[in-house]
């Protein structure tokens, strides 16, 4: 049986904190990317080069200014670690988790400009889960039938919310967004090892900078640049990006892989209510069910008992 903490524990409240704070960073960078993309204020591989070096910059800075103290350097590994875990050395590069993080990257900025948004949710969630899913299972993680009706829910809540968006993919679009959904899934299972999320994530971020700027330069359409997009570029590298990560990295060692990926079908439910919030789109009765289901079907996969089977 997987320990799992105490409702009102430290430990659980530093990882719902920690959580909770990833998903918003996440959804944040959904807005800033659709804000930069979606309206044309810049072109995708000026976004995808100037996000990575904004995120590597200051994670640099951060490191360099011995700054560990703000992602909780004390809490132990996750338990469990799968295929994608890291080794001893967890301060070295891990080349794996930054090529990965670049493969995202350039996948994601790139096949939002082909795709809707809903159907690029889907593709790129559903890649999510299917790779970390995979690995819990490979790493003998078991879910209670509880959770399971949990995932379901949250995946049927998902769908639900962006099937007035869906459209039939095109195919070289599909294929980029399948590919960065298994890479986010890679780079999240490879973070549950790491025992300082600021260094590991500054080492990936580093490491991605030049496979990004290269692959932009390469699949780049023409180049668009404009103050505004500049901008939202820096803030979705330095701020939803770079210290997100660390963060998520920091809550990926108090989450088995199930629960890990369950969690990151929020983020499109915390997007469009940003939207909302932010962008005076419209609060419709589709957002709040989808919402509940979403939200409800994530609270049964993290508040059942995971069991590790024998």
Do not use: K
């Not at 298994?182 to 994530?201: E, I, K, N």
């Amino acid at each position: 049986m997987e320990p799992s903490p105490t409702v009102g524990s430290r430990p659980a409240l530093r990882a719902a904190g920690l959580t909770t704070l990833a998903m918003l960073a996440f959804a944040g960078n959904s807005l800033l990317c659709r804000l930069a993309l979606g309206r044309g204020l810049l072109d995708a591989g000026t976004f995808a080069t100037v996000r990575i070096l904004c995120g590597a910059l200051l994670l640099a800075v951060l490191v360099s200014r011995e700054a560990r103290h703000a992602v909780d350097p004390d809490a132990e590994p996750a338990r469990g670690r799968d295929r994608f875990a890291r080794g001893p050395a967890d301060d070295a590069r891990d080349w794996i988790a930054a090529i990965a993080l670049a493969v995202y990257m350039v996948s994601f900025t790139f096949a939002y400009l082909s795709l809707a948004a809903g159907t690029g949710a889907l593709l790129l969630f559903g890649a999510v889960q299917l790779t970390m899913f995979v690995a819990a299972l490979r790493a003998s993680e078991r879910l209670s039938a509880g959770a399971w009706l949990g995932v379901a829910l949250a995946v049927g809540g998902l769908c639900y919310l962006v099937a007035p968006g869906l459209t039939a993919p095109e195919p070289v679009g599909a294929a980029l967004m399948g590919a960065a959904g298994v890479a986010w899934g890679v780079y999240s299972l490879r973070g549950r090892s790491s025992r300082d999320p600021l260094r590991s994530t500054a080492a990936n971020f580093v490491g991605a900078v030049p496979i990004v700027a290269i692959a932009s330069l390469f699949l780049a359409r023409g180049h668009h640049v404009t103050t505004q997009g500049l901008l939202l570029a820096v803030g979705s590298g330095a701020i939803t990006s770079g210290l997100g990560y660390v963060v998520w990295y920091a809550a990926l060692r108090h989450l088995s892989a199930a629960r890990a990926a369950t969690v990151q079908l929020s983020v499109p439910v915390i997007a469009a209510i940003g939207g909302v919030l932010l962008l005076a789109e419209p609060l419709t009765l589709r957002l709040v069910l989808a919402s509940i289901a979403t939200l409800g079907g994530i609270a049964l996969v993290v508040g059942s008992r995971q069991r590790r089977a024998s």
